[in-house]
C-alpha cells in the first residue's frame, strides 16, 4: 500500500515496487493522476487497486485503512503523502490555517494510519511501514516552520512506535530525504548535485526497508549537516538557517501533494 502515490516519490515508489504476484493498493487525491500511475504498475505486471483520499480527513483515512487491511493484509505500506509550504517574505508568520493542513496531512493522520495498521501487523506478527519524511526535519527553517515542524513530528513518532512495535515482528523505517528532482521539489533552491530522481530514491527507500534499516537520510551531505546543526552555537546556527530563505518562493506547483513535497 503507499499514499501519495499520484505523483512525484509516491508514484516513483509504486512503479518501483510493481511486478508480477504483487498487488498494489495506491492512495492519492487526484483519481485521473492515480489512474495514469496504477496503468504503469499494470503493465509491469501488478495487481492494482486504487482509493481517491484526502489525508486532511484523519477519520476517514484510518477507518478506511483498517477496511484495507481487514480485507487482506497489508504486508508493507508506504505512507508518502505530503505537504509542502515556503513562507513568503510578506508573511511574518505562517498563516495558521496552512499550519493545521501541514499537520494534518504530514504528521497526524500518517501517524494515525502507521499506529492503526503497526497494531494489526503485530497481531500477526509481522509487517513492514515505511514513513517518508525529510531531511528538513532536522533543522529549524523560519521559512517552512510548519513544514520542519510537522516532518519533525514525524521522525519522532517513527522512531517511538519502531521501539514499541519491533518485540512484535513489526519494521518501522523512516526515510529523510533531501531535495527530489519533482515539480514541487524544484521550487525548492537546491544545488542540482543535492537533487536526486525520483526512481533513484524509491530504489534506495526499498532497499533500505528490505534490509531491515530504521532510519535513511539520503543524499548523504544531510546527515552530515544534522551533526553539524548540532554542534553550532545558537546564534551562528540561527543566522545561517535565516540566511537560506528564498528571495521570491516561487509558486507552488499542482503537485506540491501526494508524493511530491520537496524532501
Given at each position: 500500500m503507499i499514499t501519495g502515490a499520484s505523483s512525484g516519490l509516491g508514484a516513483a515508489l509504486a512503479r518501483h515496487y510493481a511486478g508480477p504476484d504483487c498487488l498494489l493498493i495506491l492512495w492519492a487525491r487526484d483519481p485521473a493522476r492515480l489512474e495514469a500511475v496504477a496503468a504503469d504498475c499494470r503493465r509491469?505486471?501488478?495487481?492494482?487497486?486504487?482509493?481517491?483520499?484526502?489525508?486532511?480527513?484523519?477519520?476517514a483515512a484510518i477507518a478506511t485503512i483498517n477496511e484495507e487491511d481487514a480485507a487482506g493484509a497489508i504486508d508493507i505500506a508506504v505512507l508518502a503523502a505530503g505537504l509542502g509550504d515556503i513562507q513568503s517574505m510578506a508573511e511574518r508568520a505562517e498563516d495558521p490555517a496552512r499550519v493545521v493542513s501541514l499537520g494534518l496531512v504530514n504528521f497526524v493522520t500518517p501517524s494515525a494510519m502507521a499506529a492503526a495498521l503497526a497494531g494489526r501487523m503485530a497481531a500477526r506478527g509481522q509487517g513492514r511501514i515505511i514513513l517518508i519524511g525529510s531531511a528538513a526535519a532536522f533543522h529549524a527553517l523560519p521559512f517552512a516552520a510548519a513544514y520542519a515542524g510537522s516532518k519533525a513530528g514525524?521522525?519522532?513518532?517513527?522512531?517511538?512506535?519502531?521501539?514499541?512495535?519491533?518485540?512484535?515482528?513489526v519494521q518501522i523505517m523512516l526515510a529523510s530525504?533531501?531535495?527530489?528532482?519533482?515539480?514541487a521539489g524544484r521550487a525548492v533552491p537546491a544545488p542540482a548535485w543535492l537533487t536526486m530522481q525520483p526512481a533513484d530514491v524509491a530504489a534506495r527507500i526499498a532497499r533500505a526497508s528490505a534490509q531491515g534499516r530504521f532510519h535513511l537520510t539520503l543524499p548523504w551531505p544531510f546527515a552530515l549537516l544534522r551533526v553539524i546543526d548540532r554542534l553550532l552555537p545558537d546564534r551562528l546556527r540561527n543566522a545561517l538557517l535565516a540566511g537560506l530563505r528564498p528571495a521570491s518562493p516561487p509558486a507552488q506547483p499542482a503537485g506540491w501533494r501526494d508524493g511530491a513535497g520537496p524532501g
Open positions: 509491469a505486471g501488478a495487481a492494482v487497486e486504487i482509493r481517491s483520499l484526502d489525508l486532511v480527513d484523519s477519520a514525524l521522525a519522532r513518532f517513527a522512531q517511538a512506535l519502531r521501539i514499541g512495535v519491533a518485540p512484535h515482528g530525504p533531501g531535495p527530489i528532482d519533482t515539480p
